[in-house]
């Protein structure tokens, strides 16, 4: 790991799973990594693993569909790491239902995470990228984007950062800032551990189960989806923009 940051990288849900292993691959890359969490707490794991191999990093503890939270948290980081140029919007939560059951609550809360946050965090951030001329912003987005049952507050969210993550590609290229969202598969993380305990099956027979449906014969994991992150975030991605890439052992419409 380098001992001098290149660039100051926000990282939302980066306790652990996929953002947490994105802020390790970052911090790998030579940057400084903000580690944010709704629970700054929770966030220790990751950011102990960066500082202890020479990294800089801090924990910010941050509710993305909060305005004031995140310009908080947003001038927290650019005080203590310096400018953000580097914007990964992964904070996430799942309340699958299928749609008759579904509260309002449930659609909110999704929309409030996975839309309202990128928003708000990309406002916030892009100020500071403008200003540089230089900025990448990699939105999580997911195959279930394309549909998935029990899930229309997710896949309708997911689409949505597609749109989005289009336009922030048009309106700031100009500025030399790329915009590109990740779509992973099936990836064995707590959601997915979630998501076979809400179907009543055990996490193992779900991994087998996934594995069988994917091209390449195995699920996916967190470093599968960092590594995609890690070049999107890259200056040698300066003429990619306004993609999304799906990360999920095979073919995706």
Known sequence: MKTTAQRTAIVTGAARGIGAATALRLATDGNAVAVLDLDEASCAQTVSAITSAGGRAIAVGVDVSSPAGVDAAVKQVAAELGAPTILVNNAGIIRDNLLFKMPLEDWDAVMNVHLRGA???????????????????????????????????????????????????????????????????????????????????????????????????????????????????????????????????????
Do not use: C, W
């Open 119 to 253: 928003f708000l965090m990309t406002k916030a951030v892009q100020a500071h990228m403008t200003s540089a001329r230089y900025g990448r912003i990699i939105n999580l987005s997911s195959t279930s984007a394309q549909g998935n049952r029990g899930q229309v507050n997710y896949s309708a969210a997911k689409a949505g950062v597609q749109g989005f993550t289009k336009t922030l590609a048009i309106e700031l290229g100009r500025f030399g800032v790329t915009a590109n969202a990740v779509a992973p598969g099936f990836i064995a993380t707590e959601m997915t551990r979630a998501t076979a305990a809400r179907m009543k099956i055990s996490f193992e027979d779900f991994l087998i189960s996934a594995a069988a449906q994917i091209p390449v014969g195995r699920v996916g994991q967190p470093g599968d989806i960092a590594a995609t992150i890690s070049f999107l975030a890259s200056e040698e991605a300066g003429y990619v923009s306004g993609q999304i890439i799906y990360v999920a052992g095979g073919p995706k419409d």
